[in-house]
């Protein structure tokens, strides 16, 4: 191997920065040359590849986003644009891809890894819905951004004894839900993986409200139910003002947490010694804090992320 390629697909995260700061330092520190490839697998089929030095990676690591562009392309499913796409590589000489991104991003490696050229992928988004490694990069950033904001509605809603629903990224998984109600005091916590039981909620609410609670306060992940109309319930029947908030978007942005830095450098870092020791069609992960690597067909066709029981447990007993 003398020459890898990186680069950022699908939703971006905070942290994916660090990670392709870590994968060009460490590559240059093993002799090896680093391309960048912007706007993901579009940039990718359209040739927009650069030579990075160590310098294209200074003042990043503390920057959200990804400076090399991020985008979705989903013509990428078809067999001739990838065909298009490894032309693209070998022309550079570039003998191997990193690829950071969610499950999306991985299925565009594994099949490139199945047409014979070898991808690394590194679990780069805030949903924390990657099978094989406790946290992907960004979660964490994304979490204390929940936090902050959880933090100031309650804040303005004890005040005027107000209930708020707070609506969370996370697709289909409820870690950033769960994490987020555990460290913001939630009363209650919806999540994809469990059956919304709205009556449950809404007698647990009351129960509170009738115990003299000046603010309450739900969590609930996206996709999972219409936040303005339970607000509008909870509203009807504990006639406190609730409001629903959907925090969106701003949990994507921001400069990543120390956390996400460094699991993003480890990763990073982990990719180019994979490639160099003649691994391909891998994914990395970190397990139990240790860095990981799982062959990437199987994690996305077989393995699944664990459903954290003990934390939705642990949010219903603190509440
Ligand atoms: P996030 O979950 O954070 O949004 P993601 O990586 O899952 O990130 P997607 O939009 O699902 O985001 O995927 C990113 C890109 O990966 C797609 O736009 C497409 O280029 C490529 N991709 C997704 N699925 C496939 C597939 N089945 N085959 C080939 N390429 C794919």
Redesign the pocket.
């Known amino acids: 191997i003398k020459k890898i390629g990186v680069l950022t697909?699908?939703?971006?995260?905070p942290g994916m920065n660090a990670a392709i700061r870590a994968v060009v330092r460490a590559g240059l520190s093993s002799g090896i040359e680093v391309f960048g490839i912007h706007d993901?697998?579009?940039g990718l089929h359209q040739d927009r590849i650069e030579k990075l030095e160590r310098y294209s990676v200074s003042d990043v690591i503390n920057r959200g986003g990804t400076f090399l562009g991020?985008?979705?392309?989903?013509?990428?499913?078809?067999e001739s644009v990838?065909r298009e796409a490894i032309e693209n590589l070998k022309r550079h000489a570039i003998d191997a891809l990193v690829v950071v991104?969610?499950?999306?991003?991985?299925?565009?490696?594994?099949?490139?890894t199945e047409m014979g050229y070898p991808c690394i992928g590194l679990p780069?988004?805030?949903?924390n819905?990657i099978a094989g490694t406790d946290y992907t990069i960004?979660f964490d950033t994304a979490l204390n951004v929940i936090i902050d904001a959880i933090d100031r509605l309650r804040d303005t809603s004890s005040s005027h004894k107000r209930i708020s629903v707070v609506e969370v990224m996370g697709?289909h998984c409820g870690d950033l839900a769960m994490s987020a109600a555990v460290a913001g005091g939630a009363e209650f916590v919806v999540v994809p993986e469990q059956p919304f039981d709205k009556e449950s909620l809404l007698s647990q609410i009351e129960a509170g409200v009738a115990r003299g609670k000046r603010h309450a306060l739900v969590v609930i992940c996206e996709h999972v139910t219409d936040v303005n109309a339970l607000a509008k319930e909870i509203e009807s029947r504990t006639e406190l003002e609730t409001r629903a908030t959907i925090l969106g978007h701003i949990q994507r942005g921001g400069s990543p947490t120390a956390r996400d830095r460094i699991l993003a450098s480890r990763m990073g870092a982990y990719a180019v010694e994979l490639l160099l020791a003649g691994h391909g069609g891998r994914c990395v992960g970190l397990q139990h804090n240790e860095l990981v690597h799982h062959d990437i067909i199987d994690c996305i066709e077989n393995m699944k992320r664990p459903f954290n029981q003990e934390l939705f447990d642990l949010s219903a007993k603190l509440f």
């Open positions: 697909s699908g939703g971006d995260s993901g697998y579009l991020s985008a979705r392309f989903p013509a990428f499913k078809e990838r991104g969610g499950d999306g991003s991985y299925m565009g490696a594994k099949k490139l780069g988004t805030i949903d819905d960004g697709r």
